[in-house]
Structures are given as C-alpha cells and as structure tokens.
C-alpha cells in the first residue's frame, strides 16, 4: 500500500522560506516520479514541481522556477519542495503525488494530476504581505 505524508507547511511573511517534506513508502517500482502540486481557493490544482526518484531530474512549473527546489532523499524515501522568496500568490494547499514513471512514457505530462494514483493529505502552506 502506498503512502504519502507531508509536512512543513506553515504561515510566513512575503519573502520567507518554507521547506515541505513528502515521505513515501510503499512505492514498488525503481523509478517514479513524485510531484508537489497545490491548489488555491477558487482555482484548479497546479503543478508545481517533479522529481523523477531514478534519474534525479527535476521539473519546474514556469511560476516558480528560480524560487522553489525539489530535491529527494532517496535512502529516506523522501522528497523535499524548498520554496524561498514566497509571494502571496503560492498561498495554496500543497500535496505530493506520486506513481510509476512508466505511466508518463506514452503520454501525459507530469503536471497533470490525473496522471497520478498516489495522493497525500495535503499540508498549507499561507504566505501574508
């Protein structure tokens, strides 16, 4: 059974740092991918960024390229969203979601949500002005 757990959201003020964490477990296959997506009030789920676990390449939404890093601890399973120079527009429900990497070889981008299976609960992350 696969599980995803998040944690490190929090409230900061505009220009602060957060660094969210995603532990997984259960996941059988030897390359995933597991993404951070977020979904704000009013607004459809975004993706944000994607690690893939076997080849270490990450992928950035245009919105927070520069700002936010993705990085994995592959011996702890765990996958990490570093966001500096928080603005209030990233504001938003974080969840990290993961499934085989084989699932996006014949189409489908990473940021679709619906490309995934595996889901966490969710942690929020508020950014005030």
């Known amino acids: 059974q696969v599980q995803l757990a998040e944690s490190g959201g929090g409230s900061v003020q505009a220009g602060g740092s957060l660094r969210l964490s995603c532990a997984a477990s259960g996941l059988t296959d030897s390359s995933n991918y597991i993404a951070w997506f977020r979904q704000a009030p009013g607004k459809e789920r975004e993706g944000v960024a994607v690690?893939?676990?076997?080849?270490?390449?990450?992928k950035y939404a245009d919105s927070v390229k520069g700002r936010f890093t993705i990085s994995t601890d592959n011996a702890k399973n765990t996958v990490y969203l570093q966001m500096d120079s928080l603005e209030p527009e990233d504001t938003a429900m974080y969840s990290c979601?993961?499934?085989?990497?084989?699932?996006?070889?014949?189409?489908?981008?990473?940021?679709?949500?619906?490309?995934?299976?595996?889901w966490g609960q969710g942690t929020q992350v508020t950014v005030s002005s």
């Open positions: 979601a993961a499934d085989s990497f084989a699932r996006f070889l014949f189409g489908g981008r990473w940021d679709e949500p619906e490309k995934y299976r595996y």
């Open positions: 690690m893939n676990t076997r080849a270490g390449i990450p």
